[in-house]
C-alpha cells in the first residue's frame, strides 16, 4: 500500500486499543486504516456537534487566530499576494446557521475595511465571501470560478482521499493564489501519537507532518510557503 501523501511504499502500522493506523517511513505522515473510517452519514451526525456559533468566544478566537495571522503577512509580504483580493473562499465550512453566516459576513466586513485602511486596499471593495462544504453547503457557484485566496481551516485531516481530495482544493484557487490550511502536525514519535488527542475524533483520517503536508502540496501545484503560526501553513498555486 502506497503512502497517500508521499506515494512511497513505505507504511507500517500502528495499533492502539480502538484503532489502527498506517505511518509513513518516508514523509511521517498517518492515515487512519479504511476498516475504522465512518460512513458519510456517521461523518455528518458527528459534524452537527460542532459548535460553530460566531457569538460563542471560544470559536471566535479560533477563527481569529487562524485570520489575523494571514491579514499580518499579506500587510507585511506584498510580493506573496496579489492584490486586491477579490474572492474568497471558506473551503469545508461545516455547519453554519443562518444568523451565523451574517455574523460572520458582518465581521469579514469588519475586517475588509480595517486591512484596507491599514494596508492600502488589500481587498476589493466588492470582494466575496463563500463557503463551500461537501456535506452543508455543496454550492457549485462558490467553486465555478477559482479565489485569490482558500481558507481550508481544520478540513484536510478528514481527507479520506488525499490525492482527489487536495485535487479538488488546489482546483478552488486561481494561479498566483494563495492557499492556507489550518491543521495539527503530527506528533514525530509513534508513543506520543497514540496519547494524542487530536486523532480521538473520529472524522480526523489524515494526519500531517510538514513534510507530508508539502508533498501533499507539490502533488496538486501548491508551493509550500511558510508557516504563519504553529497550524496555520500557506501555499501558493503555480
Given at each position: 500500500m502506497k503512502c497517500p501523501f508521499c506515494r512511497k511504499n513505505d507504511l507500517?502500522?500502528?495499533?492502539?486499543?480502538?484503532?489502527?493506523?498506517?505511518?509513513?517511513?518516508n514523509c511521517n505522515g498517518i492515515i487512519r486504516d479504511k476498516s475504522f473510517l465512518l460512513s458519510p452519514p456517521e461523518q455528518k451526525k458527528r459534524y452537527l456537534y460542532h459548535n460553530n456559533d460566531i457569538n460563542d468566544p471560544g470559536y471566535k478566537k479560533f477563527l481569529m487566530d487562524f485570520i489575523q495571522p494571514i491579514l499580518d503577512e499579506a500587510s507585511q509580504n506584498c510580493s506573496i499576494i496579489q492584490k486586491p483580493i477579490t474572492r474568497i473562499i471558506d473551503?469545508?465550512?461545516?455547519?453554519?446557521?443562518?444568523?451565523?453566516?451574517?455574523?460572520?459576513n458582518c465581521i469579514f466586513q469588519a475586517l475588509v475595511e480595517k486591512s484596507n485602511s491599514d494596508n492600502q486596499t488589500l481587498f476589493a471593495s466588492?470582494?466575496?465571501?463563500?463557503?463551500?462544504?461537501?456535506?452543508?453547503?455543496?454550492?457549485?457557484?462558490?467553486?465555478?470560478?477559482?479565489?485569490?485566496?482558500?481558507?481550508?481551516?481544520?478540513?484536510?485531516?478528514?481527507?479520506?482521499?488525499?490525492?482527489?481530495?487536495?485535487?479538488?482544493?488546489?482546483?478552488?484557487?486561481?494561479?498566483?493564489?494563495?492557499?492556507?490550511?489550518?491543521?495539527m502536525l503530527v506528533p514525530d514519535k509513534d508513543e506520543d501519537f497514540k496519547k494524542w488527542w487530536y486523532k480521538n475524533d473520529a472524522t480526523h483520517v489524515s494526519f500531517y507532518s510538514l513534510e507530508s503536508l508539502k508533498q501533499c502540496g507539490i502533488n496538486v501545484g501548491l508551493?509550500?510557503?511558510?508557516?504563519?503560526?504553529?497550524r496555520c501553513f500557506m501555499f501558493v498555486k503555480i
Open positions: 507500517y502500522s500502528i495499533y492502539n486499543t480502538k484503532n489502527m493506523y498506517w505511518r509513513c517511513k473551503y469545508g465550512c461545516g455547519p453554519i446557521k443562518i444568523e451565523t453566516l451574517s455574523n460572520l466588492d470582494c466575496e465571501l463563500l463557503q463551500w462544504d461537501p456535506f452543508f453547503s455543496p454550492n457549485p457557484i462558490a467553486l465555478k470560478d477559482p479565489a485569490d485566496l482558500v481558507c481550508c481551516l481544520e478540513v484536510v485531516e478528514h481527507f479520506e482521499n488525499s490525492k482527489d481530495d487536495f485535487e479538488y482544493l488546489a482546483k478552488a484557487c486561481k494561479v498566483g493564489g494563495i492557499v492556507v490550511i489550518g491543521t508551493q509550500y510557503v511558510k508557516a504563519l503560526t504553529e
